[in-house]
């Protein structure tokens, strides 16, 4: 899937933490278009039937805490940080969807912004990589974009599934399988 990825930097630590946030969040992006490529548009829980062939346009926001919050309350109504939002661009079910066919233009997926101190925090709170946990929450954050959920348990199974998927391919280990405590 050709993707063009526009990344911003509201938050300096980003680069000051990872090195180069940029490319690893471009790493992590590719990773998950790349693993639902192979999908029939039909297939996908979002509204990409009739965007088949086309190239994606993603917005990724490096923020702090403050941006997210705000973001939070203004479009959740839900008070204070928290470490990954996704605002997907698809058409809902009653809304027109994208002109059939890959001639068009690009098909806007949407925006993910991510909250530095939220996720820092839950790196170091879960004895995780900074880089690893900030990885996988791009990752979560493109699959909302491309419909996938987790409001249900079999939506969360699915999801989840998928994450492992793509993150094992980056060597990142599973997020969700919690380390044994160390018995001497």
Avoid at 28 to 35: G, M, P, R, Y
Wanted: hydrophobic share 45%; charged share 20%; proline share 7%.
């Amino acid at each position: 899937m050709i993707a063009e990825i526009d990344i911003t930097h509201s938050c300096p630590r980003w680069d000051a933490a990872l090195g180069d946030a940029a490319g690893l969040c471009r790493r992590a992006v590719f990773a998950a278009l790349d693993a639902v490529a192979d999908k029939a548009p039909n297939e996908f829980p979002g509204g990409l039937s009739d965007a088949a062939g086309r190239p994606v346009e993603i917005s990724i926001v490096l923020a702090d805490d403050a941006t997210i919050a705000g973001l939070n309350l203004q479009f959740r109504d839900r008070e204070g940080a928290t470490n990954v939002l996704s605002f997907p661009a698809l058409p809902s079910e009653n809304e027109p969807h994208y002109s059939a066919g890959p001639d068009g233009p690009p098909v806007l997926l949407g925006d993910v912004v991510l909250a530095f101190e939220t996720i820092a925090a839950e790196a170091e709170d879960q004895g995780k990589q900074l880089g690893d946990h900030f990885t996988h929450l791009v990752i979560h954050g493109i699959l909302h974009l491309l419909g996938y959920d987790h409001l249900d348990e079999a939506e969360a199974q699915t999801m989840e599934q998928l994450e492992i998927r793509v993150l094992g391919a980056l060597g990142v280990p599973d997020p969700y399988v919690e380390e044994a405590p160390f018995v001497a």
